[in-house]
Every structure is written in C-alpha cells, then in structure tokens.
C-alpha cells in the first residue's frame, strides 16, 4: 500500500478519508458554542420538531469545517487556496459522517502546482449532504525525487 503525498498528487487521485465522524449532542453542543451559532434546530429537540424535523440537524459549517480537516490534514492551512459547497440535505444527530476528496484538475502557473479536487460529505449508508470544490497549492513534486 502507497502513503498518499499532495506532491505525487494525479487527476483522479483520492484523498485518504477521515475516519467517519458520528454527530452527537455533545458535539453540537460543543460546535455550536465554538461557532457563535446557537439556533435551536442544532441543539433543541422541541424546537427542532417545531420546525418540522424528526429532531436536532448539524450545523452545515460543522460539515464544511470537516472538509477542512480532510483538506488541511494533506496541505498546510496556508496551501488552501480557495474552498466552497453546497449543502444539499440535512445531516441528522447520531448520524456518521464521511469525508472525501477527488483531484479534478492539476495546473501550473508560474511555478505553482494547484490542485483542484471534488468534495463530499455523506451520511454513512445514506446521502451526500454537501458537495464542494476546493482548490490547493501543492508541493513541488520535483523535490521528492
């Protein structure tokens, strides 16, 4: 088996998903204190079937920001160079989440290898909840030979 390396990177290459995220309470909670959003839907059962749904759903950030992790765990934070999604279905508590990447796209510009890469958050045995493009600086992959 290959370790994966951003340098070495190819249209069609996969980043090595995160392991799966289970939403709990806890962690809306905890996500919702540290993100300043605290609408009832996220953390109130009441207020969330008020609203219509089955019970609580995830903040849509908390699924975005978990794409940053997959994305961040291959390139430095600096290295991402431009991120946006989609949210495309809700993401019930006690659901788990799967994060992935796909590189799309390699350019060069001035020297600058970038990445452009497809990326997916699904419910495990269930829908993609949110998709996106991302686009990366990477590595000189001259310098790993």
Known sequence: M??????????GTELPELPGVRVTRTLLALFAGASGDHNP???DSDAARAAG???VIAHGMLSMALLGRLLTTWVP???LLSFKVRFSAPTP???VLRCTARVTAIDEDEGV???RLSV??????????VRGEACV???DHRAER
């Open 77 to 79: 934070v600096q290295d």
């Open 137 to 139: 600086r990477l590595p």
């Open 113 to 115: 290898r970038r990445a």
């Open 53 to 55: 749904l089955d019970d």
């Open 41 to 43: 839907i996220h953390i």
């Open 2 to 11: 290959s370790v994966f390396s951003p340098a070495s990177a190819e249209v």
């Open 93 to 95: 508590v006690h659901a």
């Open 120 to 129: 997916t958050v699904r419910i495990e045995d269930g829908p993609v909840t």
